[in-house]
């Protein structure tokens, strides 16, 4: 029999220890793991979108629809929206007012510059240093890029919140609503059609 040199000990070692790593972390008593999933809930992000140049009549985003997500330069998946908010630009001017010495107005020399706040809702994996989705942790911060049919914007995260059920249904309430708004005029014009015949 061949003595064994101490190199080859070595190698005996490791494969042990690589063996056992895997016997612990198929049996679900993985040490190693920093953040374990501690649930699966539904989340809405905030992305600031700042600076976007918009010449068309209409904004490119509305709750309800979807916009495919890209983090980190990852092509994620497509989210909906569940609400938009917008302003143009500011610029600030000074007055002649001792308590308040200046004022924000429209910045009439950027017309076409506006600045979005998109919620977003997702379902994440909620670990001890926050949600996870696309193996990403979700926090303010974080670049991400919107594209839709007519847009592709980059921006950042600036908010997060874990939902809760009554959240979530509160939500789906008002994208229903918005649905229901937008497609009363048509069905008022299908109904005006029918009674003139």
């Not at 009439?108 to 949600?131: C, H, M, N, R, W």
């Not at 600036?158 to 249904?169: F, H, I, M, R, Y």
Request: glycine content about 6%; hydrophobic content about 40%.
């Amino acid at each position: 029999m061949k003595k064994l040199k101490p190199f080859d000990y070595i190698i005996i070692a490791a494969v042990i220890a690589v063996l056992l790593m895997g016997a612990l972390i198929y049996l679900g008593k993985n040490k190693f793991s920093k953040s374990p999933v501690e649930a699966t809930k539904k989340i809405a992000f905030q992305v600031m979108l700042k600076s976007v140049s918009v010449t068309d009549s209409e904004i490119p985003f509305k709750a309800g629809e979807e916009s495919f997500i890209t983090i980190r330069n990852v092509p994620y998946t497509k989210l909906q929206i569940i609400d938009v908010a917008y302003q143009p630009k500011k610029a600030i001017i000074p007055i002649d007012n001792p308590s308040q010495p200046f004022a924000v107005i429209d910045d009439l020399s950027q017309p076409f510059q506006y600045d979005f706040v998109i919620s977003l809702i997702d379902e994440a994996k909620i670990t001890k240093d926050g949600p996870v989705v696309g193996g990403n942790k979700i926090k303010i911060g974080l670049p991400i890029v919107l594209e839709g049919f007519n847009y592709r914007i980059g921006g950042t995260i600036s908010n997060v919140k874990v939902l809760e059920d009554k959240d979530v249904e509160l939500i789906n309430k008002h994208l229903q609503e918005q649905k229901d708004a937008i497609n009363a005029p048509v069905k008022n014009v299908e109904k005006e059609q029918k009674s003139a015949e």
